[in-house]
């Protein structure tokens, strides 16, 4: 059933108010291509929305929003050293993790606690704690939005980069991510160097560390550094973590000699983002009911009753101010729904 006029402020985590023009959800592919077929479908801008946790409304939405609700996860297969789970996108994203850990499917721990839904985690490769979902991607189910056709996208097919799919490029609005299947690990190989995960697993003293464990450590860092959005409206980092020319950092460090980087290939870093709009002075600005997060300054936040337009004029202050004090262009990881 479409409705009209319908409030967006609870389907999107940056608790903004915006309203969509028309809204359906589907629970089954056949409900999905019968929505296709609408004319109100065919003839207006469609949205595809799973937990509205990547995307900031900066004004009514005038189309039709297509809420997935498409559900089951199910193992599909095996071979000696993997199992294949395929999963229906409307499944939460921490409960797929969840259910992994729990049957102790190996792989996707470290992006425990991620929000959203499962058919939008291929769309930006989402990624933490130095594993992106890339790492145990096997293939996805996708319905063409034109047609009703089914087809399936394998791993070199989606041309995964860095926060980066054929989905946000190529085939944009082209397509709805029906199911993901994901090849985990029988042995588990545990990530535990990057960031704080092995100071917290520290903590924990453990004899023999575990997936549960490694999933428990990165709760525990995400519960104390990043804002619950149920009590501060945001969609986590708001900005890519720039890749720049070396010539570029060097001449930040001619300022600052402790600018941190990571290593791309011989002419290219990754500058954090965090880390230059700290420097520039915008963690924990408040603008009165948003700003910018006191403990993550990649977050945006709106503290409630902020419009998406606010939320989206100070991020264009902060790229500005960052072009103008190291010559770098911030680029927005979350979907700007104009
Ligand atoms: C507190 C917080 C922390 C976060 N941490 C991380 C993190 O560590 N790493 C990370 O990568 N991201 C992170 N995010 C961002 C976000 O959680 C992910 O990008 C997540 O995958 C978005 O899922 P969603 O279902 O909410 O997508 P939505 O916001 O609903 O949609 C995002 C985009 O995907 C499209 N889309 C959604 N579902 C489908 C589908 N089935 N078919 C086709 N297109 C679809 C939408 O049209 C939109 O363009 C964080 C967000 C928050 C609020």
Not at 125 to 136: M, P, Q, R, S, T
Not at 178 to 192: E, G, P
Request: a negative charge.
């Amino acid at each position: 059933m479409i409705s009209e006029f319908e409030s967006l402020k609870a389907h999107n985590t940056f608790g903004v108010s915006a309203q969509a023009r028309y809204f359906a959800s589907f629970q089954t592919i056949d409900e999905l291509r019968e929505l296709l077929e609408h004319p109100i479908v065919r003839n207006n801008p469609r949205l595809v929305l799973g937990g509205g946790s990547n995307m900031l409304f900066i004004r009514n939405f005038d189309g039709i929003v297509l809420k997935n609700e498409l559900k089951g996860i199910e193992q599909v297969s095996e071979d000696e050293h993997h199992y294949y789970v395929k999963s229906a996108a409307g499944e939460v994203w921490h409960e797929l993790v969840m259910h992994c850990i729990n049957a102790n499917y190996a792989g996707i721990e470290n992006l425990a606690l991620i929000p959203g839904c499962v058919g939008a985690s291929p769309m930006q490769n989402i990624g933490a704690y130095g594993v992106e979902i890339k790492d145990v991607f096997h293939s996805l189910e996708a319905i063409n939005i034109a047609d009703g056709s089914m087809r399936i996208f394998t791993l070199d097919e989606c041309k995964f980069g860095y926060r980066e799919s054929i989905f946000k490029r190529d085939e944009k609005d082209c397509w709805v991510i029906v199911s993901v299947t994901f090849r985990l690990n029988k042995r588990a190989v545990l990530h535990t160097s990057y960031g704080a995960i092995e100071e917290e697993l520290d903590q924990m003293h453990l004899d023999n560390v575990t997936i549960k464990d490694v999933a428990k450590a990165v709760i525990n860092i995400r519960s104390s550094k990043l804002p619950d959005p149920k009590k501060i409206g945001n969609a986590g980092s708001f900005f890519k973590n720039p890749v720049v020319p070396m010539a570029v950092y060097r001449a930040i460090q001619e300022h600052q000699n402790n600018a941190p980087c990571f290593p791309i290939d011989e002419n290219h870093v990754k500058v954090p983002a965090g880390w230059l709009i700290e420097r520039a002075g915008w963690k924990g600005k408040n603008l009165g009911n948003y700003g910018v997060h006191d403990k993550q300054a990649l977050v945006l936040v709106n503290y409630g009753g902020a419009t998406g337009s606010q939320i989206f004029d100070l991020s264009t202050s902060i790229i500005e101010d960052i072009k103008q004090k190291f010559g770098i262009e911030l680029e927005r990881e979350v979907n700007i729904i104009a």
